[in-house]
């Protein structure tokens, strides 16, 4: 078989974190089986898509790399055929048409409330005749559904799942306006698109019953389904905005990597082992169906945080610095970007990237090389920089003065060298030096900050802060 799968979101809001998993695990699995991985916006709800959301959207699975192989498909342009198919249906015997009016369908469900059963349509017009219509009432149409025996899916992840066919009704596919439902333009968009593998949450698990119905009566080849447990929160309720239920965007606004985030997904329901560090090229080999687990998975920022931290260490310098940058000239807080900043920020980036958990914390840790004299300091720097450290900061830059070389190795014996001079632990010298360079009480290891810096900042950091100028 051909694989061919398909991530069919609505563009009623942004890219929640749930689809961006579910469109992550139709491309790894088409990936993995050398198929073809497409795109169908699911619009025809006109009245709540919008544009706006679509490219949202698109710029979501943009930036996590879960691009098409081919362009969008948009539901909604495809009505004709979807009533073609509703059309034939009613041809081949295997649908009808219906007069019931709301009134009588809201007695129906009356009925069968009070009689402790479920509320469905109950068949009026199954077997009657078109010609006891009633005058100026528009039909919709019904599929025949089963009414005997039972509809069993093998489902990829859930297993074999059966129910009685008693159950399905005979669901509407035309509404009386002409325009078909969800249900039906799934199956068809679905057939014409060729989709092997239907990989979706498995709130639609009971959809998949229904459209059954649609398949079988059109004599298509039912593809194989596989619904996927849907994400928790952290304390296993229903994921929340409080939790993480965000769009993708937000993530991407807070500083997650797409890999991180990517990588995180993945292991979010699905596992391999212990393996918890799994690249794109690794999870391309190892993604299949059986290794999707039945439970729902609780999402944990804390986890994301560390994930995200190692994809950091590990990501280009260049491109860490151009993400930095970015950040940095967005916000209005007054660092001037000129090409002395910029240099500094990427002369310092295998220092800062070692520290960081996000973008966001990545840039806000590099924003002292962008910083100008006087520096602002946070509240344990100005408890570091009492008048005894400020005495050993000015002999210490006499010190740093003197010297040609700005190297790392140098600086880091010229501060050891007068700290024992001095007969002071390395740290009474380093600290106050790390505040008065940064404004922080942490930093990159301080003999990096010094050689990024550079020895005219350097000393003019120092010398403002022990109110001394040369």
Not at 30 to 59: C, F, M, N, Q
Request: charged share 30%; with cysteine.
């Amino acid at each position: 078989m051909s694989v061919v799968t398909r991530f069919a979101p609505s563009p009623t809001g942004f890219l929640h974190i749930g689809g961006a998993r579910t469109a992550l695990f139709n491309w790894l699995f088409a990936r993995h089986h050398g198929g073809r991985y497409l795109l169908r916006i699911e619009d025809t709800d006109r009245k709540r898509s919008t544009p706006e959301a679509v490219d949202a959207i698109l710029d979501g699975l943009n930036w996590l790399g879960l691009d098409g192989d081919e362009e969008p498909v948009f539901q909604f342009s495809r009505i004709e055929r979807h009533t073609e198919v509703a059309r034939q249906l009613l041809e081949k015997g295997q649908a009808y048409r219906c007069y019931c009016s709301p009134e009588e369908l809201e007695r129906m469900r009356e009925t069968a409330r009070a009689e402790g059963r479920q509320p469905r349509y109950d068949g009026t017009w199954r077997e009657r005749e078109p010609s006891e219509a009633p005058v100026g009432v528009d039909p919709v149409i019904r599929i025949k559904a089963p009414q005997d025996g039972e509809t069993t899916i093998v489902d990829a992840v859930q297993g074999s799942v059966t129910v009685p066919n008693a159950q399905l009704d005979d669901m509407i596919i035309l509404r009386a306006d002409g325009t078909p439902t969800y249900m039906h333009s799934v199956v068809v968009d679905d057939h014409d698109m060729g989709i092997s593998h239907v990989i979706r949450g498995d709130d639609h698990l009971n959809n998949a019953f229904r459209q059954a119905v649609i398949y079988r009566a059109m004599e298509w080849d039912v593809p194989v389904f596989a619904h996927i447990p849907l994400i928790h929160g952290p304390d296993g309720a229903k994921l929340s905005k409080r939790h993480g239920a965000l769009g993708v965007d937000a993530y991407r606004d807070m500083g997650y990597l797409p890999e991180a985030l990517n990588n995180y997904l993945l292991r979010l329901g699905w596992a391999h082992g212990d393996e918890e560090i799994v690249p794109r090229d690794r999870a391309v080999e190892l993604f299949d169906l059986d290794g999707v687990g039945r439970s729902a998975s609780r999402f944990d920022f804390a986890k994301l945080e560390n994930l995200n931290g190692h994809y950091i260490r590990e990501a280009d310098n260049d491109r860490l610095t151009t993400e930095v940058l970015a950040r940095l000239e967005a916000e209005p807080t007054g660092v001037v970007l000129d090409d002395t900043a910029r240099t500094r920020i990427r002369a310092g980036m295998e220092g800062l990237k070692a520290r960081a958990r996000t973008i966001v914390e990545l840039a806000e840790n590099a924003r002292f090389y962008a910083a100008s004299v006087p520096l602002s300091f946070d509240e344990k720097a100005l408890k570091l920089l009492d008048d005894d450290a400020r005495r050993v900061l000015s002999g210490l830059a006499e010190n740093l003065r003197g010297l040609n070389s700005f190297q790392e190795g140098d600086v880091e014996q010229a501060v050891r060298s007068f700290a024992e001079a001095q007969e002071l632990k390395l740290g009474k010298a380093a600290q106050p030096l790390r505040a008065a360079l940064t404004g922080s009480a942490t930093s990159p290891g301080i003999f990096e900050v010094l050689a990024v810096l550079g020895k005219d900042e350097s000393l003019r950091r120092i010398d403002a802060v022990c109110g001394t100028a040369h």
